[in-house]
């Protein structure tokens, strides 16, 4: 089955630092979502690409679908501290119903 | 619009005890599923609904049972918890079941198995 990676795994980020997420799947994906889990909370859907290379940005949030469908970047540059939590890419497949979360990157920062 | 909304929030059970965990949405949607999530493993679809009276298997269905009469309603059972059922539930919706609108998540049962 499809299987979707994260890494990495966990990202410790002095505050005002930018940093980079990566998700690659085995098979080419019909689009990508991603989600923020802020720590005792639940995922939260920030954004979905469909095209093959599309750059999306949500003010210091930069989304990137590869030109082969097969991976995507979360690029976050300043970090700040609102930005901890656990970051998940979700893939799609293209004769699927159902979305494969990667395990996600837990973001820490140090002030 | 109350979104997803999942009961109870937290709840200890024994071995070999049986629950019910709700989940309701009242956004019409099409789409709803269940997920579990344990540290380093991420989220993993248990089981998932692309309409009422349709249902079918994630990847880890075993133990859990689910139903959809109502498109409004998808509670999951267990049938007889073991402690490798501890975990995070999260029950979760979209518009349809094609894929390609944004999860609408509930918060969450906190469920422990002793």
């Known amino acids: ?111 | 619009n109350a979104g997803v909304t999942q009961t109870p929030k937290f709840q200890v059970l024994k071995t070999g005890q049986s629950m019910t965990l709700q989940c309701a949405q009242d956004m019409n949607h099409e789409y709803m599923s269940w997920y579990r999530q344990d540290p380093g493993m991420g989220l993993r679809l248990i089981h998932y609904s692309v309409g009422a009276g349709i249902t079918d298997q994630g990847e880890v269905p075993n133990g859990y049972n689910v139903s959809r009469s109502t498109t409004e309603d998808f509670p999951l059972r267990l049938l007889s918890a073991a402690p490798s059922q501890t975990s995070v539930y999260f029950c979760a919706s979209s518009y349809s079941y094609a894929g390609n609108y944004g999860y609408t998540f509930g918060s969450g049962t906190r469920l422990t198995v002793v």
């Open chain 1, 1 to 111: 089955g499809q299987q979707v990676m994260q890494i990495p795994q966990y990202q410790h980020v002095q505050e005002g630092e930018d940093f980079t997420t990566y998700c690659n799947s085995s098979t080419t994906l019909s689009n990508i979502q991603w989600y923020k889990q802020r720590p005792g909370g639940h995922p939260v859907f920030l954004i979905q690409l469909v095209k093959s290379g599309e750059v999306k940005k949500q003010k210091r949030l930069t989304f990137q679908f590869g030109e082969a469908k097969k991976n995507s970047s979360l690029h976050i540059t300043a970090t700040q501290t609102t930005d901890v939590g656990t970051y998940f890419c979700a893939g799609k497949g293209s004769n699927d119903y159902k979305l494969s979360f990667g395990a996600g990157t837990t973001v820490t920062v140090r002030a």
